[in-house]
């Protein structure tokens, strides 16, 4: 392939190549970093006609046969043909009805837990869980370089429609997406144009001395211990859920900043911080042309609040809410930011320190309950942890899928060798309670 045809890499993909090390067993590029999503399947599913659905599927979205290549400094991406998809079958007959879902549930987990990697293409493979000729369980599996949580939904919808239509239904085929190598050209090409000098002076300004937040480890780097990432669930109770909703309804917030400001103030309870700068994980889906494109799109976003003075919690949701509101306006990839703020992360390099990032997961679309063709699917809430989870490259994330039925389910996914179990369970604890006493009075008095 010459220059000339080579395709650039997006800030996401630079990104993760920053955090790789080159070990072929660990890592962004490693074979453990995965997305997993899975559907309870109602109606006999033919696993020939799935494999080629899912052939279509591989077809349609050129990030799923895309290679990250390197030429000296040059990364650069290259696309192969379509390829055959491996569906993987497993027999669940023995499961008892009443323990089905528990069962669908663990199915998933264990395919999380297992290895992955870049190589062979396509980065999609599927397995089929069968109770009965009737009953089964999809889980489609992606490597992270390749996808984002958004994208699973894309890729089930489209796998759906295609298995209909190999069916025989009159299941309309959407206009082909734009795809990811397109994305990856128009934001060079928008960076290289004009990152607005007006944003990259607000986060220079904004971050100047800002530091971000990281939390003490229970083991330091240095001690080189085995790598793993484990993962605490739980839902939240649905009368606090349905608090947090009525919270962000009355300070005219998104559940994201009220979720953010509980998390502003543990970390200012647990670090003695008032001026916090939390990473955090956006979905970066803002131009409407990339909507159902598949691809890994998101953004490591800092985000500066000083709670300085904070009486309510009903006032750290609005100082987050103005964060949140300046901050997405001058979005810019994230090593733009640091281009304006080197300092930033150098807490986070400390052989004792370690980020705890956070992201709420609110997707504008679910697979939940449709009926296509022959099959009707719906989507498996997650919340059981688990030992072994997708990768974490370094320290912790918190992840809080927002349904759009309202209802919370929290992630906490952290590196084992760093911190111990026990310190996360205490630090969801904690959480929990931050959102229990904010959500249901913010306006009682605030002990930070």
């Known amino acids: 392939m010459s220059k000339t045809t080579r395709i650039p890499v997006s800030f996401a993909q630079q990104l993760l190549c920053a955090f790789d090390s080159g070990d072929p067993d660990s890592g962004p590029f490693g074979p453990r970093h995965n997305i997993t999503w899975a559907w309870r399947v109602r109606g006999a599913v033919d696993t020939g006609t799935l494999r080629a659905a899912l052939g279509d599927v591989v077809a349609r979205h050129e990030v799923l046969r895309t290679r990250i290549e390197r030429d000296g400094d040059e990364l650069y991406q290259s696309v192969a043909p379509p390829c055959p998809a491996e569906v993987i079958e497993r027999d669940l007959s023995g499961t008892a009805r009443e323990a089905r879902a528990r069962r669908a549930e663990e199915l998933e987990i264990e395919i999380e837990g297992g290895a992955f990697?870049?190589?062979p293409l396509p980065l999609l493979r599927a397995f089929l869980g069968r109770?009965?000729?009737e009953d089964s369980v999809l889980v489609l599996v992606a490597h992270h370089a390749a996808v984002d949580g958004w994208s699973m939904q894309v890729l089930a919808g489209d796998l759906a429609a295609a298995y209909a239509r190999r069916r025989g239904h009159a299941v309309a085929e959407r206009p082909a997406p734009a795809?990811?190598?397109?994305f990856a050209t128009w934001q060079r090409e928008a960076a290289a144009e004009s990152v607005p000098a007006a944003a990259r002076a607000y986060w220079r300004e904004r971050l100047s001395g800002g530091r971000m937040a990281t939390m003490t480890t229970d083991h330091?780097?240095?001690a080189d211990l085995p790598k793993n990432t484990a993962v605490i669930r739980y839902a939240v109770d649905a009368d606090l859920s349905a608090a947090l909703a009525a919270a962000a309804k009355d300070s005219r917030s998104s559940p994201f900043m009220v979720l953010l400001a509980?998390?502003?103030v543990l970390l200012a309870r647990r670090t003695g911080a008032r001026d916090i700068v939390v990473p955090t994980i956006g979905a970066n889906r803002k131009q409407s042309r990339f909507q159902d494109t598949v691809g890994n799109f998101t953004n490591f976003i800092p985000l500066r609040t000083d709670v300085t003075g904070c009486a309510t919690f009903r006032e750290v949701i609005d100082r987050t809410r103005a964060t949140c509101i300046e901050a997405y306006s001058r979005e810019i990839p994230f090593?733009?930011?640091?281009?304006?703020a080197p300092e930033l992360m150098a807490r986070a390099g400390e052989d004792d320190q370690a980020l705890v990032a956070f992201q709420v997961l609110q997707l504008p679309f679910l697979i939940e309950g449709e009926r296509v063709g022959d099959l009707e699917l719906t989507n498996i809430p997650r919340r059981l942890s688990q030992q072994a989870a997708t990768e974490i490259p370094d320290g912790a994330l918190w992840q809080l899928d927002v349904a759009p039925t309202g209802e919370i389910n929290v992630y906490l996914g952290f590196n084992t060798h760093k911190f111990n179990e026990i310190?996360?369970?205490t630090l969801a604890d904690d959480l929990n309670q931050v959102l229990k006493d904010g959500a249901l009075d913010p306006h009682a008095p605030?002990?930070?």
């Not at 795809?179 to 397109?182: D, G, I, K, N, P």
């Not at 090593?335 to 304006?340: N, P, W």
């Open 179 to 182: 795809q990811y190598a397109e």
């Open 262 to 264: 509980a998390y502003n």
């Open 423 to 425: 310190t996360m369970r």
């Open 446 to 448: 605030l002990r930070i």
């Open 220 to 222: 330091p780097r240095s």
């Open 117 to 119: 990697g870049i190589e």
């Open 131 to 133: 109770f009965d000729q």
């Open 335 to 340: 090593l733009a930011v640091l281009g304006e």
